[in-house]
T-cell receptor, first 115, second 109 residues
Framework: EPEVTQTPSHQVTQMGQEVILRCVPISNHLYFYWYRQILGQKVEFLVSFYNNEISEKSEIFDDQFSVERPDGSNFTLKIRSTKLEDSAMYFC?????????????FGEGSRLTVL | QKEVEQNSGPLSVPEGAIASLNCTYSDRGSQSFFWYRQYSGKSPELIMFIYSNGDKEDGRFTAQLNKASQYVSLLIRDSQPSDSATYLCAVNGDYKLSFGAGTTVTVRA
């Protein structure tokens, strides 16, 4: 069964360092998303991406964050200068149709710990 | 203003009982509603979705939608210990799904 894959599964970094989280969405999906979940809290939307453009982003997704689809398969989330409060599980998701019409399939997540 | 609200848990039910989970949403324009299950430390996993008013059944799960009341629910029949998880209600926007905080269900053997 097709699945969304994410790397790394866990990353520990120092505050102020840059981090790149990588995702390979399901191959025929067109819409890509990043969500995060701080421990014990809700799943929060960060950004959606379609046709090489950001479709929507949340207030969380400030100038420290960026997304890219560098090739036909990968979808990345970059945090330029990490803060302690960026510590969370980051989930990549993809869907065949826009979030309004198609269900999202999630990867296993990348746990980011900022020290 | 919260977009998606779920009944606070945790919800503890005996094995074999029915677990009832509720969710309300604020955007009247929402058209698609999803229930995800999330085991501790894992990613959300889709259980089922519903688009039309009424009931939709899938195995032991039944989703109910009432758009006039902006209410969606999930019933888990014959609850099993393996159903112990957090259940997330999600509602569509134009380019995203918005999630509720989740209801944690514990099924007692």
């Amino acid at each position: 069964e097709p699945e969304v894959t994410q790397t790394p599964s866990h990353q520990v970094t120092q505050m102020g360092q840059e981090v790149i989280l990588r995702c390979v969405p399901i191959s025929n999906h067109l819409y890509f998303y990043w969500y995060r979940q701080i421990l014990g809290q809700k799943v929060e939307f960060l950004v959606s991406f379609y046709n090489n453009e950001i479709s929507e982003k949340s207030e969380i997704f400030d100038d420290q964050f960026s997304v890219e689809r560098p090739d036909g398969s990968n979808f990345t989330l970059k945090i330029r200068s990490t803060k302690l409060e960026d510590s969370a599980m980051y989930f990549c998701a993809s869907s065949l149709a826009s979030g309004g019409a198609g269900e999202l399939f999630f990867g296993e997540g990348s746990r980011l710990t900022v020290l | 203003q919260k977009e998606v609200e779920q009944n606070s848990g945790p919800l503890s039910v005996p094995e074999g009982a029915i677990a009832s989970l509720n969710c309300t949403y604020s955007d009247r324009g929402s058209q698609s509603f999803f229930w995800y299950r999330q085991y501790s430390g894992k990613s959300p996993e889709l259980i089922m979705f519903i688009y039309s008013n009424g009931d939709k059944e899938d195995g032991r799960f039944t989703a109910q939608l009432n758009k006039a009341s902006q209410y969606v629910s999930l019933l888990i029949r014959d609850s099993q210990p393996s159903d112990s998880a957090t259940y997330l209600c999600a509602v569509n926007g134009d380019y995203k799904l918005s999630f509720g905080a989740g209801t944690t269900v514990t099924v007692r053997a």
